[in-house]
């Protein structure tokens, strides 16, 4: 007995390891991708993160700064936000610390998922003939074993792991498989101890991190129907909390529209609704979703960071009724191995396993593709949960496969194993090329933009990218080409920057100007007009604008910044430092703000100061090399010439021909050679 115990922890820890090895390996090149899409709004743009005070009114709904969109999600998902903040709190911006943190995220739900799959084998309702019980062994850990890997494996899931801010959706998942375990675990042991209380602690951050949580407890009916026997009473005690705690979600959602001043009514519960089709479209819609989400599965995987979906009307438009039909089989399957599930026959924990994996998946992903409408139609993100289910089935149908081809005495049963390595293993390489595609911001929106090229958001979001990287003219012509698809003010607001950056200032005008008419209330077009008379030193102009911007968005603080620089060029350096530290106090890792500051405190002579604010930039801004010539010229004011000297020395390792700085140099060598004499 002891041998086989010791058997067993041998391949857990091997197992183990495999899981872990593989991950690590396929996730590697994704620890630099930068910042993309919505992690801008939720991380880097988002002040709550930098403020724990902000952190925790934003939990209620109370902070007045963030942008309406981001209140709600605030709320419900504060669990995921609190990471964030931590990430920031640590290493600032630096995507390597948020990255990693996802990674580690990834690899524990695989861990999970394997755990999950051996404890549904040590439930009553798997037992099978003792004949059979090194099979029974062996059956388990390839299951439990290549559900994981595959998991750990599948492209698919890269938009959840790679993609920073998805770490919504795999820690929801983490405390969601926690919470099941927990659960499963404590029904084993059949006892409520502090196994079945880290269950309900588990299952309140998944509901406080992401809305599909709300799922939680009809999976935990359907493992405690599936492979728990016992009285009804029990189970509903069992069973209870979970279902309070699915309330958590509704309540987050209807609090946020309490706050907010808005009615409460269905749509309070409709997280990021879109009111441009019905309830019904949308489900009918969400039926060729889903059918799309299971072609993901297989190989080869084509990807898209943001689809372009069509919207379905009707029930009997082809797809749709496919659709229904090829999904109403496999959940008929499933439940019909449920019922055909018999307990003295070799197939029955097969069968028992994949009915569970069918039915989990369509559990799980009833959240988000059903009847709720969320603004976007398909995300690849929102097949990671579901995903695990039918891992579960494939799995389980193989093994069992393997099994019958074994009891036949069929050489092919040798087969399976190795077929299914090659597949993980094809799946492994796709992961590992995908994350190629999430390097490089341009990159993936050319990649993006090939596959949905007339869907403007896609469009809009490669320009941005081009602009980023400094690539005006490409930016310029991806937003031209989104406005021949969609009229938006946004777009207006996006050429007309790039007309500043082009010295094109009165054209700059002419298109924030067009933004403004379709959108009065633009905040983005107002900032632009500001800019643009600030750069033709119209000042009054400017700052009407400029004041026309923070009214509309209080917290904007490039506006503030730019109503410094009006108030720094006409030499009101108190006006101005109020502006620049009113920037910073709403960015805090605002670098142009801080070098602002930094410059008004030079011209005030409050050198400590201004080289606190010029430190504070070249941290945030290490690539900036100008900073080193402001420190350089205090250290020089203040008589510290050998510091001094290497500030400078430091600038023309970058710049050998800066003039300033070389005269500079020299000027300090020789104050420092007259101290000398």
């Known amino acids: 007995m002891r ?52 952190l925790l009114d934003a939990a209620q709904a109370k902070a007045d700064l963030l942008e309406p969109r981001l ?13 964030f903040a931590l990430n920031y709190h640590l290493h600032g911006l630096s995507v390597f610390g948020y990255h990693l943190v996802n990674i580690i995220i990834h690899l524990a739900n695989a861990l999970l998922v394997y755990c999950l799959i051996n404890l549904i084998f040590s439930s009553g309702t798997t037992e099978t003939p003792s004949n059979t019980k090194r099979d029974d062994e062996k059956s388990r850990s390839l299951i439990a074993l290549f559900s994981a890997l595959l998991f750990v494996s599948h492209p698919v899931n890269t938009q959840a792991v790679t993609y920073i801010v998805q770490r919504f959706t795999s820690l929801a998942t983490f405390f969601y498989l926690l919470a099941i375990i927990g659960y499963i675990k404590s029904r084993l042991n059949n006892k409520k101890g502090a196994l079945f209380i880290i269950s309900i602690l588990s299952a309140v951050l998944a509901m406080k991190t992401k809305e599909f949580s709300f799922t939680l407890p009809f999976v935990l009916v359907l493992i405690e129907f599936m492979f728990f026997s016992d009285k009804i009473s029990n189970r509903v005690v069992n069973l209870f909390p979970f279902a309070l705690s699915a309330l958590i979600i509704p309540f987050s959602l209807i609090v946020t529209s309490m706050v907010a001043g808005n009615p409460i009514n269905s749509s309070s519960i409709e997280f990021g609704s879109t009111t441009d089709i019905t309830r019904w479209e949308y489900f009918l819609t969400q039926l060729t979703v889903i059918v799309f989400y299971l072609k993901l599965l297989l190989p080869p995987v084509i990807q898209n960071l ?17 659709s229904a039909l090829l999904l109403g089989f496999l959940l008929a399957v499933g439940i019909y191995l449920r019922r055909g599930a018999i307990k003295d026959v070799w197939y029955a924990k097969y069968t028992r396993l994949i009915s569970f994996g069918i039915l989990w998946f369509f559990i799980t992903i009833s959240a988000e593709s059903s009847i709720i409408r969320i603004k976007d139609l398909i995300f690849e993100h929102r097949l990671y949960l579901p995903s695990i289910g039918l891992f579960i089935a494939a799995i389980s149908l193989l093994a069992m496969l393997r099994q019958s081809l074994i009891i036949k005495d069929m050489a092919l049963h040798k087969v399976i194993v190795p077929s299914t ?54 930016a310029l012509n991806e937003n031209k080409v989104s406005l021949t698809l969609k009229s938006d003010p946004g777009i207006h607001v996006n050429i007309g920057n790039i007309y500043l950056k082009q010295n094109l200032i009165e054209e700059g005008i002419k298109e924030f100007g067009k933004a403004i008419a379709i959108k009065s209330d633009s905040e983005k077009a107002y900032n632009g007009l500001c800019k643009s008379n600030y750069l033709l030193k119209r000042y009054p102009e400017a700052l009407r604008a400029c004041e026309t911007a923070v009214r509309l968005k209080p917290d904007y603080a490039e506006a503030y910044n730019l109503m410094g620089m009006i108030y720094f060029d006409q030499s009101e350096l108190e006006a101005a430092l109020k502006m620049f530290n009113l920037s910073i106090s709403l960015k805090p890792d605002f670098a142009i703000a801080h070098n602002n500051a930094g410059n008004v405190y030079y011209g005030l002579k409050r050198y400590d100061a201004a080289l606190k604010e010029y430190q504070i930039v070249s941290s945030l801004d290490p690539k900036y090399i100008g900073i080193h010539l402001s420190i350089g010229k205090i ?12 500030e400078f020395q ?28």
């Open 3 to 54: 041998s086989t115990k010791n058997n067993i922890g041998t391949i857990t820890i091997l197992h183990t390891f495999a899981i872990l090895l593989l991950g690590i390996v396929i996730y590697s090149n994704s620890l630099n991708v930068p910042f993309t899409f919505d992690d801008k709004p939720n991380i880097v743009n988002n002040l709550a993160i930098k403020n724990f005070d902000l």
């Open 71 to 83: 209140k709600p999600q605030m709320v419900s998902r504060i669990v995921g936000y609190a990471t």
């Open 306 to 322: 943001d689809y372009d979906y069509p919207v379905f009307h009707s029930l009997f438009t082809p797809e749709v009724f496919l």
């Open 421 to 474: 390595l090659f597949i993980i293993f094809i799946f492994s390489f796709s992961t590992f090329s995908r994350n190629f595609d999430w390097q490089e911001e341009i990159r993936l929106w050319k990649d993006t933009v090939l596959k949905s090229p007339n869907k403007p958001r896609a469009r809009n979001n490669l320009a941005l990218a081009y602009y980023d990287n400094g690539f005006f003219d490409e």
């Open 635 to 646: 250290y020089h004011d203040i008589g510290r010439f050998s510091d001094a000297v290497n």
């Open 650 to 677: 430091k600038l023309l390792l970058v710049k050998p021909n800066f003039p300033e700085a070389l005269n500079l140099l020299a000027v300090t060598k020789s104050a420092i050679n007259e101290k000398r004499d």
